[in-house]
């Protein structure tokens, strides 16, 4: 879909800068600035990219203020972020979705309620006393368990497995591949082998969380295990039983929770970060990569490195550490130093 940058602008809301005859160019995709063409729009969203701006062949700059020497047209918004998302909105592919309706593949069963407008793709399973809201896209080979509950205007893609007697509220979307409510990874040692402790509960996700492809979440042993609205899960991530994420969290890929651990709210785990059993992590806290977190962290705090430390202290480590091939070279020298004095007193006698 082409749009002009007049159009564009409209479409934003943007304050439009550079010669009015420029401003009637076609706009045919979205690029970042090092990639972008003649038909682009480019977008800065951090001054360390200004310079580059002023010398890429993009159309249309989309700023939050004005470059000063950028010759070509710029697009001036209050959140250059918050514009970019609504111009890839209008460039996104269109794609055929599924007709709603009950495949005729699929598979349901018995007191099955389905509101109006859901779909359920081929091959699908969707298995006794399940409810799925209006408008829910349940995707091919998907498989929803007994007794679960999915609201209005969610998104299931392909070969989602959500287990028995969970419940996903509104406006979730869960990516393929994913698995939700899995038996957790509970077991207790006797008679000389791991018996598995049952797993009694569910997993509640409750509105407007995202959660990628390939990532797991498994069921409570007893109660639930809770993911807070608005929270967004990366692809590849593995959520223990028992854990209960606040509100608006950030989880990135490879990242771990153990069992049991609670999360506030907007806490990130950036990737590969991993989190002990039975911990608390404050409000706002953020684990850098691959952070081990051992114990509780307060709110607010900024850790990095294994065991995680505040990321001051961490950066202060780091540097030692670079240092050593240096620190090592020099203890050689003097150690060899040291050594020739030595052997030149044994020599003259000299006490």
Request: proline share 3%; with cysteine; hydrophobic share 45%.
């Amino acid at each position: 879909m082409a749009l002009t940058i007049v159009q564009l602008a409209e479409r934003l809301g943007a304050e439009t800068i550079g010669p009015s005859d420029a401003l009637d160019r076609e706009i045919a995709a979205v690029q970042p600035v090092a990639a972008a063409g003649p038909d682009d729009l480019t977008f800065v969203n951090n001054r360390k990219h200004e310079a580059a701006a002023k010398t890429c062949a993009a159309a249309v700059v989309l700023v939050a203020k004005p470059i000063d020497g950028l010759t070509t047209p710029q697009l001036v918004v209050a959140n250059v972020d918050a514009a970019l998302i609504a111009v890839l909105e209008q460039f996104a592919p269109v794609l055929k979705g599924l007709p709603a309706g009950v495949d005729p593949t699929a598979r349901v069963g018995e007191n099955v309620k389905l509101a109006s407008g859901v779909s359920i793709g081929p091959y699908a399973v969707i298995e006794d006393d399940v409810q799925i809201g209006e408008d829910t896209c349940i995707g091919s080979g998907a498989r929803v368990g007994e007794g679960t509950t999915i609201g209005a205007h969610c998104r299931l893609d392909s070969n989602v497995v959500v287990y028995h007697q969970c419940t996903l509220g509104n406006h979730v979307v869960i990516q393929a591949s994913s698995t939700i409510g899995a038996v957790g990874f509970g077991y207790t040692f006797f008679d000389g082998a791991h018996h598995l402790l049952p797993h009694n509960g569910g997993v509640v996700i409750e509105d407007f969380v995202e959660i990628g492809a390939n990532t797991c979440i498994d069921r409570a042993k007893f109660g639930n295990t809770i993911i807070g609205a608005g929270t967004k899960i990366d692809n590849l991530v593995q959520i223990g039983h028992n854990v209960v994420l606040g509100k608006c969290c950030l989880l990135a890929s490879q990242s771990g929770v153990a069992g049991s651990s609670r999360l506030g709210d907007g806490v990130v785990l950036a990737g590969q970060a991993g989190l002990a059993d039975n911990i608390e992590i404050g409000d706002g806290a953020m684990i850098g990569a691959q952070g081990g977190v051992m114990s509780n962290v307060a709110a607010g705090a900024k850790l990095a490195w294994t065991p995680a430390v505040d990321v001051k202290e961490a950066a202060r480590m780091l540097a030692h550490l670079f240092r050593l091939p240096k620190l090592a070279k020099e203890l050689k020298r003097l150690t060899a130093k040291v050594e020739e004095l030595e052997a030149a007193k044994d020599h003259t006698g000299r006490g």
